[in-house]
Each structure stands twice: as C-alpha cells, then as structure tokens.
C-alpha cells in the first residue's frame, strides 16, 4: 500500500477513535499532573465524533475528509488541544484539497501545513514542551523520506520514530503555554501529554499501513 | 461535595434553563444552542460587543450581558472554552454592521477558540477586533505582562468599553478604550479553600483549613506563596504591594478598587478588606474614585478573594460612571467630581 | 476557620470601617457609635424606616439603608440584637416628624430591644410603630405564625415598604402595606453545612458533607428534616411544598421569587434551584412577576439556599417594581404588566 | 441588718459581679446546650459594668441605683437576658424610687415590679421554662415573709430557696421562648439557664444579708 484513499482514510479514523478511547486513562493522568486532566475525554469524544462524521460523508477527496473531521473537532471539543487538533486537521485538509489519492509526499506536505496551523494558532514553537514537539520531527522525517523516495510505510515508520523520540524529549523542556506553564521548573521531567497525543495520531496511520 | 445540583452532567445547561427563565426580558440565546447568550435589548449600528469563557465563575462571564455593557456571550463547560462555533453564532447575531468586539480573558483555549471565531467571522464579511485581558500579576512577571491571566479585573473593561459603544464609538474607538482599560488595571488574588468541578465530584487541589495560597487563580493555578493564614491586614499588605509596584500606582493618581470574593467568602470579609485598601491608598496619596465591593468573578464556592485596582483618567472615570443594567449588575449614573 | 479577618473581636467594627469608607456619600453612623447607621440621603417630611439586627448576615440588613428602601439600622455583634439605645439614637436620626415604623425579624433579642426603643422613643415625642416580619414555615407550624423566625422575605417588606414611605404615604399607610407583605410572604431553607462566629472559631452545629438539614435558621437553629444530600430538583420540591400550602399559594396567583443563597452556594445552583421552581410554578398556573436570585440574607459562609414567594397584587407589584438605591441593592423601575 | 442603704447596694453589685463571673463558665455551658453559649459573658460583663457604674455614682436613693444598673445593662449588653435584667432593674427601681432605705416589703416590691417587667418585655409567663421561673416563685416567697414580718435575712433565704426549687423545676418544662424554643420537647430534662440566673441574683442578696 503507498497511497490512501477516502475509504482508508476513514479507517484510520477509526482507528483513532479506537486507540485515543484505550489511552483514555493514560491520557487523563498525564494531564492532570499538570493540567485539568482531560485530555483523555476530549480526544476519545472528539475522534469518535470524527470517526462517526465521517462515516456516511460520501466524498472522495481526501483533504476534504481531513477538513470535514476538523469541523468536528472544532464544534465538539473546544480545549486546548481539541481546537489545535481542528485548526491542524483544518488547514492540513486544505493543503491537499482536490487529491483523491494521498502519496508520502502528500502526507508530509497534509501535516507540514497541520503543523504549521497549529503553531500559527497556539503561538508555540518546537522546544515549548506542546504537541509541536512530537509532530515536528514527525514531519521532517516525513519530508526527508519522501525527498529519498521512500515507501509510505517506510516514511511513516520513520516519522512516528521520531515522533515517539519527540515525546522523550519533551521531558527535558519546561512548559510554556497552557495550563502547565503555570508549574514552569516543576514541569521538567514529565512528558508532555499534547506531545503524546501527536505521537499516538502518527501511531494509527504507521500502524495501518503496516499491516 | 456540598452542591445543589442534579446530573453534574447537565449543570452548566441546567443553569442556563434556570437564567432565562429568570431573565426573559434581558437576555435570549441563538442557534438553539443554551450556550450561545445574547442580550434581549439590541440597538441598531452599534458596536457589538461579546466575551466567553468557561462556566463556574458567575457573574463571569455572560452576567455582564445586557444595557451598557455586553452583547453576547458565549458559554463553555465548567472551566472549559466555549467553541469557536459558538462564538461565531454569537457574532453573527450581535453584529449591526458596525463590526464586533471580542473582549475575554488570556487563557490559552479560550485565546485559540476566539481567534478561530475571529477567522470564521471575516469569511462572513464581519469585522472583529480582539482585546485579551490580562492582569492577575501573580501570574507572570513584569515584562510578561502577555503571559498573564485575565481575572476579575475584566469586569472593568466591559464596564468601560461598555458604556462607549452604548455612545455609539467606532469598533477602532471602542477598542482603543478597552485596551487602555487592560494597560491600567492590575490583581492580585488570594485562595483559601478549593472548589469542586461538579463533573469530577473533588477538589482538583487542596487548601488546607487554616492555610492560605496567594496569588492563586480562579481555576486554582498555582499561586506565588502557600502559607498560614494571616490577619486580614497582612493579607491586604502582601496583596496590595505588588499591585501598586506592578503599574506602578503612584502619589496623585485616582483609582477605582473591585474587592472581590471568589465565592464562599463573605461580604463582611470583604469590607474589612477594604478597610485596609483604603488605609494604605490614603496614606500613599492615591484617591479612590468608586469602589466595587462583592462577587464580581468567582470559582464557585472558593473561599477568598482578589483585590483590583483601575488607574483613571477622565475618559475612563467618565464612562465607568455611566449607567449600566445586567441580570447581575445594576448601576445608576455615579456623581463624577 | 477559612476567614479574612483580623481579631474576631473587631470583626463588626471593621466592617463598619470599610462600609462607611466604601459607601460615603450613601451611609454615616449617627452618635459617634458606628453601629448606629443612617441614609446619607434624606427625605423631608417622609415616615422613617428602621430595621436592626445582628451582624453576619450581609446584605441584612443594613446593605439595604438607601433611596426607596430603609432609613436606618442598628448593628449588633455577629447574630446579637444590637441594644435598644442603638435603635434610639437611630430613631431620633431618621424622625422628621412623620414617626418612624421599625420592620424587623422575629428573634427574642430583636423583638425586645425593639420593643424597649419604642418605648423609648414614646419618651422623646417619637411615634413609633413596629412591623415584625417571621416567614420560615419551618419554624412554627400553621396557627403559630407569630413564632416563624423572620428569614430572607424580609427584603420585600423593606422593598416596598420602602417604596410606599418614598411616595410620601402616612406611617399607618406604610405600617398596612409592611404587614400585607408580611402576610403574603413564605420562605423554607436548606443548608448544606455550617458556619462559624469568628468569636468562637469553630462551627456552633455540625452538617456533615453530602448531607442537608432542611428548615435550618440563618443562625442554626434546628429544622425539620436531616437527610442525605438529594438533587437540587428534589430538594426543591421538599422546600417549596410546605410554603405552598402554607398560604396557601393557588392557581392564577401571581408572585415574585426570591432564591437566596446563604453565603458560600454560587450563584450557578441558585439558577438550577430556580429552574426548578419555575418549573413547578408552571405547573400550578402561578405566574411570577419578577424573581431575585442571588444573596439577600446570608449566614457567613454557610452553603445552602432559601426559597421565599411572596403573593402579589396590583399595590404589592406597583411597590416592588419602583426603583431603589443602596449599597447592595441597585433597581431600576420594573416594567409592570 | 434589716435594711438596705445605698452602700449596701453597691457592695451587692460587687457581689453579683463576683458570683457571675465565678459562674461565667457554667452558664456558657448550660446555654451552650440549646443556645448561642453567651449567657456567661454577658452576665459578667453586664454585672461587671454594673457595679463599676454605681462605682461612683453619688445618689442615697435605691430606687435609682438599681435604675441605674439597668440602664448600664440596657447599653452595654444587649442579649435577651441582658435585655431583660434591664427591664427588671428599671421597673424595679422605678418602683422603690425615693427610698433611701429599703426593707424587706420593698424588696418584695421592688422584685414584684421586676419579675413583672420581664414578664411584659418577654412575653413569657410561669411555666415557660424562663428567668421567670426562678424569680416569681422568690417573689411570692419575699411577700408572705413580708406579710409574716419575717427579718430580712429570713425572707431572702426563703426567697433563695424558692429559687433554686424554681430552677429544679424548669426541668420538667418544654422551652416557649428565645432560641431553646426551636427545640421544644428536646428541652426538657435540661435546666433553664435564664431560671438560674435569676436563681444567682437572688443569692447573691441572701449571702450579703446572710454575713
Ligand atoms: N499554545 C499551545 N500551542 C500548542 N500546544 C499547546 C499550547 N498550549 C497547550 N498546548 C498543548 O496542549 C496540551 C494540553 O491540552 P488540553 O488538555 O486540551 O489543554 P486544556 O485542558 O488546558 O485546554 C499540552 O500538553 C500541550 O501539549
Ligand atoms: N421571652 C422571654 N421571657 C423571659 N425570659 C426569656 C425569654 N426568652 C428567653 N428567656 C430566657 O433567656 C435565657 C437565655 O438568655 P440569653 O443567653 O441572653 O439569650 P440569647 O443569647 O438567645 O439572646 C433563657 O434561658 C430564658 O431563661
Ligand atoms: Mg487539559
Ligand atoms: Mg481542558
Ligand atoms: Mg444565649
Ligand atoms: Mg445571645
């Protein structure tokens, strides 16, 4: 498999939903160190409602899909990381408007922009301790994979490697936007939960294609 | 828990059935959505004015809805951000075609929310401006004055911004007098006990009886120092002092004071809050225009208070004199000397 | 104790300390004694209005001394009558020749000192008359009303008793219309835990959390049902049963609403409580004029709430819709339909 | 010593405020059981400012001190006990006014006049388990003494022992007024502590004439 179409792409979807609902538990205690813990409840909610959304939403182009769950997205979990999660969904969608058929190359130019989105909207740049920081290095092995004609699986295996090393490092970062950089210090050594959020959604589309 | 609800699923929503039963005069909601506030009173070619921000802290944020201040509100969950969507709703039903103004506070979902509402109100050909409060000075140093919570003293900028789009004042006028607003008010709070999100049923910290955390905010952010509790003089005193330093406040200047209780804290308190307030501003020089003493921005039943300061001139003094008529706030016009 | 207070000992006088440095060009103290307060404003020639009590209780009940209200009031310690040399030297401020009626609640203490003032006043060519209010069905069954404990319904003898003396009327006129609102009024309360006198620094009764006592007083005294902690719609129809059927209130009665919270419930229960209400109302074809929610009559920091209804007519509604001016009590006039 | 003079009074107000004081803690208890606890601080401080006030007040006629005493009681402490040891001190006074000596029948008179002055300011009657309940008993008691031209002496210690009989027998009684009275049946068996102050009044007097 090295491309995705609208009936994969809703399947990853799915899995999304599956996946953000078994992290549930793991999602709410690492925001509520820091944070209101519910992160665990806005991403099962809003993948599920996505997932659903998209279910009976007959349309073949992919950016519009992406776009269609950021809608959601922005209507049914308006937290921190729902609104990031619609914005990037949003403008990634809106990159590859018009495809049918999402190549490598396309999948990193969808989550550049989403990247991109998120940062313009958050005002949060790599090493602030956000979800920036596992999706970033996500994207450039995305970028570096595709200039090197690398299979989707390939390339998508690569960036979640770096997204799960993102992760890691955010534990040496302090937190500067939300809730938690209320805690400034008392935020090294725990790893962001936006962060971990961005890998797992790198996670079910590498999962998928591994298969 | 200590509460009078029924589902805390159904709290916020409930809450608002209770509001416009109670109100059906002042206020409406659009988009058969509860939690998209409007007032019920609109005057034609004004500039309209919205907040939002999360439930649990009433009269913040939609109680400031109504004659000389508010137009819209949006509501969100308990502590949580309304939707862009619904603020969008909002806007459309406020604007006159004299553009809208978006006044809230600086969290970051609430922040991003607005900003997405804003974004999706230009593609609808509705000009928005924004103004995010910001003045809690625990809750990040001088020169990050960016960085800080917005807090009770929002309630001033709604007041004043308010009464001068009730004037008819262009969306760049109106604007122009918030901002000053947000450059010239400043909060310190303090928190003796925790409060309880109905939906988790505990307290998401702990206050311990006899203990006090200054500089706590109003979703219970960590404050600048836990200690016992002191004397209500020494209170004021740890209080009063970064406020005045912050601006500064100065020998000369007039200022408005809001003492304000987070929720369980009596208004008897308060007063003696004030007390003080008063004792040290006289002995620095600095008069006090018209005080606001009570429940202006609370977290539901926590215990303690903030303390606001508005430095005036005579554009702010005049229009915070101006009369105001909310479901939570009624004001004659004050005698401006 | 989770209090904003200096010594417990000058807790009342503080208080009046800040009041009168909050409110000068409303309030002043009469005698050199800061517990004797009176309106800034004066009306010749109008009957005076003096109620009195013991302190706590904000706004009771001095926060209602102001234009279309109350004339004076005595303040005493923290749930203590003020002494009857107090209400005299406020009875001889207010006098302008028109007499004075002294409205206030059914407590020993009060009725008392209130009683030897009178006498007092009778002494100094002062005609007084007395109006006193007790309204908490829970504290005396049918047929002993003269026992009923005077609770938050108070308000709307001081509202319109206060609106009526504004217009002039004689104090037998005033004293009539006083004693049709207390005629007409009914209140039950709930309380969800208790609060302490800040002279004694710990609770005087115990509430465990997650449990009520329904009919509890404003000082404690004993209601008439503890239970588990129920929804707020059951409570609501536990309170509002008895106050039903104590008037009894009927189909096509009209009446205000007052949901009064107690010191630490926010004001986002008292909206669900009055969801409730409402509901009920409804149901019965009783209309409601124009409900008050939000804190009237409190205990410290007390949680828990109390329901009053008062039965209008076309003179009661007139009255209560007229404006008013005090420190904690701002109206405009209500449209009257 | 069968009269009183104005000396006299004056050291039995200091007596009073001794035995209050003494007892300060006993009557916070007893009204601590169903009331605001006050009972102790304010008969002390009342009786207290009492006998500071007739301190130094130059004035031979009894009728007038005790007057007095309840004025002072009127300003300075203003619960329903002292509300009502006012009254009674004004009334009673009221009623030997002129008297620069009093003897056992105005004492009969002047306490006659006082239970009676509480009993028109509070409302309460025999058997509704109040100061009444002490007193009045002690009031009949002083006029047959006085009627029996019994001493002074005699005629309190009857009066006393009346009392104290009068404060047992408030046991038996449901609380009509003040704040005991929101506990109607779960009042009885307990006793009255207004009864025993008036119980404590009048000892006060009997010890004096007693020495
Ligand atoms: N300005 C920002 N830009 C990007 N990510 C952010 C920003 N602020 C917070 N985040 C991310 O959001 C996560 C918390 O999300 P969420 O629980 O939805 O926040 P909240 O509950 O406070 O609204 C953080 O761990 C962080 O990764
Ligand atoms: N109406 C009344 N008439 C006579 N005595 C009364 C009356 N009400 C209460 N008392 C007496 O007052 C006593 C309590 O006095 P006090 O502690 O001063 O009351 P409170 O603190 O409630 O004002 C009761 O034990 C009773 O003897
Ligand atoms: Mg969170
Ligand atoms: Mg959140
Ligand atoms: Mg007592
Ligand atoms: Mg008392």
Same mark, same amino acid.
């Given at each position: ?75 049914? =979990?308006?937290? @921190? ?5 619609? @914005?990037?969904?949003?403008? *990634? ?21 989403? =990247? ?49 090393? *993102? ?28 962060? @971990? ?15 | ?337």
């Amino acid at each position: 498999m090295n491309t995705l179409r609208a009936k994969e792409i809703k399947q990853i979807f799915n899995a999304l939903a599956d996946l953000m609902s078994e992290k549930k538990e793991w999602l709410i205690e690492l925001d509520g160190i820091m944070g209101d813990g519910d992160l665990g409840l806005t991403m099962s909610t809003g993948f599920i409602k996505a997932s659903e959304g998209l279910k009976d939403f007959e349309e073949q182009d992919v950016g519009k899909l992406f776009a269609k769950a950021g809608m959601i997205f922005a209507q049914s =979990v308006p937290s @921190t990381m729902g609104t990031l999660m619609a @914005t990037g969904l949003m403008k *990634g969608g809106k990159a590859i408007q018009g495809k049918q058929e999402v190549y490598l190359s396309d999948m990193a130019q969808m989550l550049n922009e989403f =990247v991109e989105g998120i940062m313009a909207r958050g005002k949060a740049k790599p090493g602030d301790k956000t979800i920036i920081d596992s999706l970033y290095p996500a994207v450039q092995a995305l970028k570096s994979a595709a200039e090197e004609q690398k299979s989707l699986k390939e390339g998508l295996t690569l960036a979640y490697q770096a997204a799960v090393q *993102g992760v890691e490092e955010t534990k040496n970062m302090i937190s500067k936007h939300g809730r938690a950089a209320y805690y400034q210090e008392k935020s090294l050594g725990k790893q962001d939960p936006g962060a @971990t959020v961005g890998m797992l959604f790198i996670k079910a589309f590498t999962d998928y294609v591994a298969v | 828990m200590r509460k009078l609800i029924n589902d805390p699923a159904n709290f916020v929503d409930e809450m608002l059935q209770g509001l416009y039963a109670a109100h059906p005069e002042k206020l409406k909601y659009v988009n058969d959505d509860l939690r998209c506030v409007v007032s019920a009173k609109t005057k034609k070619g004004k500039v309209g004015l919205a907040t939002g921000g999360g439930s649990g802290h009433l009269p913040l944020f939609l109680g400031y809805v109504g004659e000389g201040m508010l137009d819209g509100c949006s509501v969100g969950g308990v502590f949580q951000s309304p939707s862009a969507n619904q603020m969008l709703e909002v806007t459309k039903a406020i604007d006159s075609g004299a553009g809208v103004l978006y006044i809230y506070g600086n969290y970051g979902g609430d922040v991003m929310n607005f900003d997405m509402a804003a974004e999706m109100a230009d593609l609808e050909g509705i000009r928005v401006e924004q103004v995010v409060a910001g003045e809690d000075v625990a809750s990040a140093p001088k020169g990050k004055e960016d960085k800080r919570r917005g807090v009770a003293g929002i309630f001033y900028v709604y007041k004043i911004a308010g009464a001068y789009a009730d004037e008819m004042a262009s969306l760049d006028e109106v604007k122009r007098v918030a901002e000053k607003v947000c450059a010239n008010v400043r909060t310190m709070g303090v928190a003796l006990s925790p409060c309880t999100i109905p939906e988790v049923g505990k307290p998401s910290f702990v206050i311990k009886e006899g203990e006090m955390e200054i500089g706590m905010g109003i979703h219970g952010e960590p404050g600048i120092r836990k200690s016992e509790l002191k004397p209500a003089d020494s209170v004021v005193d740890e209080m009063l002092q970064p406020i005045l330093e912050d601006l500064p406040f100065e020998k000369g200047d007039e200022v408005s004071v809001l003492i304000n209780g987070l929720g369980a804290t009596p208004r008897e308190e308060l007063y003696v809050l004030y007390r003080r307030v008063n004792q040290i501003l006289k002995e620095k020089n600095i008069k006090i225009f018209h005080p606001y003493i009570g429940e202006f921005a609370t977290s539901m039943e926590m215990a303690g208070a903030s303390i606001t300061l508005l430095r005036l001139d005579d554009e702010l003094k005049r229009l915070l004199a101006k009369p105001a008529n909310t479901p939570f706030f009624v004001q004659e016009q004050l005698e401006v000397r």
